[in-house]
């Protein structure tokens, strides 16, 4: 049973245009999101989070938005960069007894084209 | 200052071995948590380490295991490996105060 989903395998955008990343979860007690890109060869790198009580939260170049009541999140990256090209991971953080647990989407990959 | 480093970074194994791979958190932090990354699967929940004990545990059978050190360096031993054991291991590390974790940049074991 997935419980975090990311039903795009794959998108390709253009240089300075917007990339939206979506993920669903199922289950209602998780208490954040997160993001993570990962370039091969190399672990997953923290990009943004957003608690489950907010429904946006802004760094940057970098925009997730929480919908609790679709149970979705989405990445929003503007404007995109040929840089940004890498896996993006979409994450549910589960706390249980002081112990955080992570459940992951299985990926998409972004391409930018310059 | 350092991230989190895994040891070896590549490995190869024959089937019926075991292999212990290494990770050492960022200094400070005290929850070392493990990952398996495989094609099929994506990124799957192994174990949690907290201060030497196992706080949390994921659906993976009992050749998994895996323990923490004073210094919180964490060790995860796999016994009698099968094929479908290849995989990245991604160890990750947090201070706790704040959600998600820093990974290290895995250990790929490929099982032949």
């Known amino acids: 049973d997935q419980q975090v989903k990311q039903n795009s395998p794959s998108l390709s955008v253009q240089e300075g245009r917007i990339s939206i990343l979506n993920c669903d979860y199922t289950?209602?007690?998780?208490?954040?999101f997160l993001w993570y890109k990962k370039y091969p060869a190399e672990g997953p790198t923290f990009l943004i989070s957003?608690?489950?009580?907010?429904d946006k939260n802004e760094d940057g170049r970098f925009t997730v938005f929480l919908n609790k009541s679709a149970k979705h999140l989405s990445l929003h990256i503007v404007p995109s960069q040929p840089g940004d090209s890498a896996v993006y991971f979409c994450a549910a953080s589960l706390t249980q007894g002081g112990s955080e647990k992570l459940v992951f989407g299985k990926g998409m990959k972004l391409t930018v084209n310059p | 200052k350092a991230g989190v480093t895994q040891t070896p970074r590549y490995l190869i194994k024959t089937r019926g071995q075991q292999v212990t791979l290494s990770c050492s958190p960022i200094?400070?932090?005290?929850?070392v948590s493990w990952y398996q990354q495989t094609p099929g699967q994506g990124l799957q929940f192994l174990f949690e380490y907290f201060s030497e004990t196992q706080r949390n545990k994921g659906n993976f059978p009992g050749r998994f295991s895996g323990r923490q050190f004073s210094n919180s360096r964490s060790e995860m031993n796999v016994s009698t490996l099968e094929l479908g054991d290849s995989a990245l291991y991604l160890c990750?590390?947090?201070?706790?105060?704040?959600?998600?974790?820093?990974f290290g940049s895995g250990t790929r074991l490929t099982v032949v």
């Open positions: 289950n209602s007690m998780f208490d954040y």
């Open positions: 200094s400070g932090h005290r929850s």
């Open positions: 957003i608690s489950s009580i907010k």
């Open positions: 990750a590390s947090s201070l706790g105060h704040s959600p998600g974790y820093t």
